[in-house]
């Protein structure tokens, strides 16, 4: 037996390098300890990213129980939770329909059971008694961007009938009507506004009927979320030059409304300091599918003691990354959700894009005058210039220390695919999930996945797992939950191929 003459034999015969050459047979085998021990620390992140999620399930599970029905069909709290549930509910939309389509439309309904709903003062989710004596905060004015056409989860959502009006959970409310609810005990309805397209008016106005026709503004076309946010703080603050607005979008899904509200709350109080303020949510596991916050230095706020300034946003990373990120604690997903005061995004606004704020000021200073207001949407809205407000200010404004985040724990998701979707409905063990009547649904030997028997007829399924399968009246869709984010593609192409009308 020879070895290399770097090498030099042990007198127990085991061979041991020099330090000038390393022979390969042991650069070899501490290059793959090394990756050992990577997959290893990624298992046990996984391992612990489910045993946070279990946990979470189990948490609601028990407080749920915390709760006994009544006769009616309402629900009381138990014994074992406190009397916080006494505040009367509030006005808000009713029930119009009885499928995930809230409106007449031309696809017909999922086929459900009617669903008996009486919402909560705080929305749907609301699990624990908010703490607060009074809810509503003065000169605070909520903005619901109500836009964007949820392509990823076509053929479900439409153009004409996007995401935010579809009831995805099936508890007798849409999106923008659970948005709706959570937001309405901060600010009553005369300071509740939707900026929405002109498609949409319509629907919205059946859905939301305690919307006030001032309160709704429409935007001749979409032009991203600065353009949307930008014309309600424009407006807002020509009403009101010390309006604190929040951009909240219709489309996302949050439960725990008290930790919700109580980060809003505390956004406000730095808003009113004059900083541009985001919500950071606390990731659940390395998502590739969101932007990212890095938190900085706490602000120590007697009023607001989570409020960090915002050290940079960050894109949309890869998975590695991403776990590297929740691994340091300094980071947050970022979901849009921004607090400010009307008047000092507008400032930012003319320092960073001073073309987009020109054109909005214009538009706001004859927003009173509908005839003019038409007039001048036409000839200035065709031209400002279409970004997120992330890239327009957000991004910036940090830079330069004038943006905060206040870390939050509520759960939140934006439903941006069929795999997201799918964990937020119910389901047997080894089951997928059914958005519809699960009676139209057969399966043998099928686990995850999510079925929509959205055309009336039965789907079988066997042997086959984690697929996505959407079945409506004029198109079906096969693919599986890993793909779902690239969905959008296939709208592409269908618009491409001459099949607009289904989209």
Request: hydrophobic fraction near 40%; glycine fraction near 8%.
């Amino acid at each position: 037996m020879s070895f290399p003459p770097s090498s030099v034999v042990s007198p127990a015969g085991q061979v041991s390098a020099s330090a000038n050459a390393l022979p390969v047979e042991f650069m070899f085998s501490q290059i793959m300890a090394a990756v050992q021990k990577s997959q290893t620390e990624i298992s046990d992140l996984r391992q612990e990213c489910a045993e946070l999620r279990m946990a979470n399930a189990s948490l609601e599970r028990q407080i749920r129980e915390g709760f006994q029905q009544n006769g009616n069909g309402n629900y009381y709290a138990s014994s074992r939770i406190g009397s916080g549930f006494a505040t009367p509910v509030p006005s808000s939309p009713l029930l119009r329909a009885k499928s995930p389509f809230l409106s007449a439309h031309s696809i017909p309904s999922l086929l459900t059971p009617p669903i008996n709903h009486n919402p909560s003062p705080l929305g749907d989710n609301v699990v624990t008694p908010y703490q607060l004596g009074v809810r509503d905060i003065p000169g605070f004015y909520v903005v619901i961007p109500a836009g964007g056409a949820g392509t990823r989860l076509w053929p479900l959502s439409r153009e004409e009938h996007p995401k935010f009006l579809l009831d995805l959970t099936l508890k007798g409310r849409s999106l923008i009507q659970a948005t709706w609810d959570r937001l309405l005990p901060l600010s009553s309805p005369a300071r509740t506004t939707v900026v929405a397209g002109p498609g949409h008016v319509k629907s919205i106005r059946e859905q939301l009927p305690d919307l006030l026709a001032h309160n709704l503004f429409c935007e001749p076309g979409p032009k991203d979320s600065m353009a949307a946010i930008g014309l309600a703080a424009a407006v807002l603050a020509k009403r009101d030059p010390n309006a604190v607005i929040g951009s909240f979008a219709a489309d996302h899904m949050i439960s725990g409304d008290d930790a919700f509200l109580s980060a809003v709350a505390e956004a406000v109080e730095v808003a009113k300091k004059d900083y541009l303020v985001t919500i950071g949510i606390a990731p659940s596991h390395p998502s590739t599918g969101f932007g990212y916050i890095r938190l900085g230095n706490k602000l120590c706020f007697k009023d607001a003691p989570n409020a960090r300034l915002v050290s940079s946003f960050k894109e949309k990373p890869d998975a590695r990354t991403a776990a590297a990120y929740i691994g340091t604690g300094n980071y947050r997903w970022n979901a849009g959700m921004f607090v400010t005061k009307a008047t000092v995004l507008m400032d930012l606004l003319k320092d960073y894009k001073p073309d987009l704020h020109d054109g909005l000021q214009k538009i706001a200073a004859v927003w009173n005058d509908e005839a003019l207001r038409q007039t001048t949407l036409n000839e200035i809205w065709p031209q400002l210039e279409k970004i997120p407000i992330d890239n327009a200010v957000a991004e910036p404004a940090a830079a330069e220390g004038k943006v905060a985040v206040v870390p939050a724990t509520f759960g939140w998701d934006d439903v941006g695919d069929f795999s997201s979707l799918a964990d937020l409905l119910p389901a047997e063990s080894n089951q997928p999930r059914v958005l519809g009547d699960s009676a139209l649904v057969l399966t043998e030997q099928v686990a995850g996945g999510i079925v929509v028997p959205g055309s009336g007829r039965l789907i079988t399924c066997l042997g086959v797992d984690d697929l996505v399968i959407v079945d409506m009246p004029d198109t079906l869709l096969v693919t599986t939950r890993a793909r779902s984010q690239e969905v959008k593609r296939l709208v592409k192409k269908c618009r491409d191929a001459g099949w607009k009308q289904l989209l």
